[in-house]
C-alpha cells in the first residue's frame, strides 16, 4: 500500500495505473499473513478509500493506458 501511495505521489502521469495497482494492493492484503481481524479491518480501510477516490475518468485512464 505504501509503495503504491508512494507511486501516485511522483511526477509521472497514474492515472490510468489507479485501477491495476489498487486491484494488486487489495488482492496483497488479502493475501497477506495478517491476522483475519487485522486483515479484515484493513481491508475495509482500504474499499472505503477506494470507494472514496475512484472516479471514472480513471477507469478511461486505464482503459487507454499503452502501458497497462
Known amino acids: 500500500m505504501y509503495i503504491f501511495l508512494r507511486q ?7 492515472m490510468g495505473k489507479v485501477f491495476s495497482r489498487s ?4 488482492q496483497e492484503i ?9 486483515k479484515s479491518q ?7 478509500r477506494w470507494q472514496f477516490f475512484r472516479h471514472p475518468l ?3 485512464g ?5 502501458e497497462v
Do not use: I
Not at 8 to 13: E, K, R, T, V, Y
Not at 42 to 48: G, I, P, S, Y
Open 62 to 66: 486505464y482503459a487507454l493506458d499503452p
Open 30 to 38: 488479502k493475501a497477506s499473513s495478517l491476522p483475519a481481524a487485522v
Open 42 to 48: 484493513v481491508d475495509a480501510a482500504w474499499v472505503a
Open 58 to 60: 480513471h477507469g478511461a
Open 8 to 14: 501516485l505521489d511522483g511526477d509521472a502521469p497514474m
Open 23 to 26: 486491484y494488486r494492493v487489495q
